[in-house]
T-cell receptor, first 112, second 113 residues
Framework: NAGVTQTPKFQVLKTGQSMTLQCAQD?????MSWYRQDPGMGLRLIHY???????DQGEVPNGYNVSRSTTEDFPLRLLSAAPSQTSVYFC???????????FGPGTRLTVT | KQEVTQIPAALSVPEGENLVLNCSFT??????LQWFRQDPGKGLTSLLL?????REQTSGRLNASLDKSSGRSTLYIAASQPGDSATYLC????????????FGQGTRLTINP
């Protein structure tokens, strides 16, 4: 099992550009989520999904969009990148929301 | 609002010592508490998960305890090794609102050879 995979590992964007961060898991987990990690702020939930076709907002959803068309994939879209979105982004999955959560290796995003 | 605090923020100990990392949370309405390890520039690795009905969990040299009523958890590391150097994060899964983990800021641990 590859576990939770994320691409790309690093990305630099200019303000106003859009992009999609990819996340995939091969453990047949229903629950997937996106967090961002910032110095002094810890990890904060952006969006989550409890199954294919079902998504909901977390703590800091503004500027981000998600969809869940398959169990395996949960992409995160930045609609119009801003410097405030410079961060490290982690995707996580679990069998259901109440079970142990497994994290991907992260995507380090810089917006200039 | 749930708040998770980890003290100390950084800890440096010589190799071979036993040590305890602390985690406290303000709202006892949790499903579980999870301890993670994060190496610099890497993702989070799950170490131990304690359900709200449990008192402790063990994995190898690691032992995590949970006292839900007092809002505290500890991670005990026995016979520390330089390879244990990393940042340790605790997170609680709250029962109210979104199914999200609320993280502490972490304890940066350095084990000196």
């Amino acid at each position: 099992n590859a576990g939770v995979t994320q691409t790309p590992k690093f990305q630099v964007l200019k303000t106003g550009q859009s992009m999609t961060l990819q996340c995939a898991q091969d453990m047949n987990h229903e629950y997937m989520s996106w967090y961002r990690q910032d110095p002094g702020m810890g990890l904060r939930l952006i969006h989550y999904s409890v199954g294919a076709g079902i998504t909901d907002q977390g703590e800091v959803p503004n500027g981000y969009n998600v969809s869940r068309s398959t169990t395996e994939d949960f992409p995160l879209r930045l609609l119009s990148a801003a410097p405030s979105q410079t961060s490290v982004y982690f995707c996580a999955s679990s069998r259901e929301g109440l079970y142990e959560q497994y994290f991907g290796p992260g995507t380090r995003l810089t917006v200039t | 609002k749930q708040e998770v605090t980890q003290i100390p923020a950084a800890l440096s100990v010589p190799e071979g010592e036993n040590l305890v990392l602390n985690c406290s949370f303000t709202d006892s309405a949790i499903y579980n508490l999870q301890w993670f390890r994060q190496d610099p520039g890497k993702g989070l690795t799950s170490l131990l998960l304690i359900q709200s009905s449990q008192r402790e969990q063990t994995s190898g040299r690691l032992n995590a305890s949970l006292d839900k009523s007092s809002g505290r958890s500890t991670l005990y590391i026995a016979a520390s090794q330089p390879g244990d150097s990393a940042t340790y994060l605790c997170a609680v899964l709250q029962t109210k609102g979104a199914q999200k983990l609320v993280f502490g800021q972490g304890t940066r641990l350095t084990i000196n050879p």
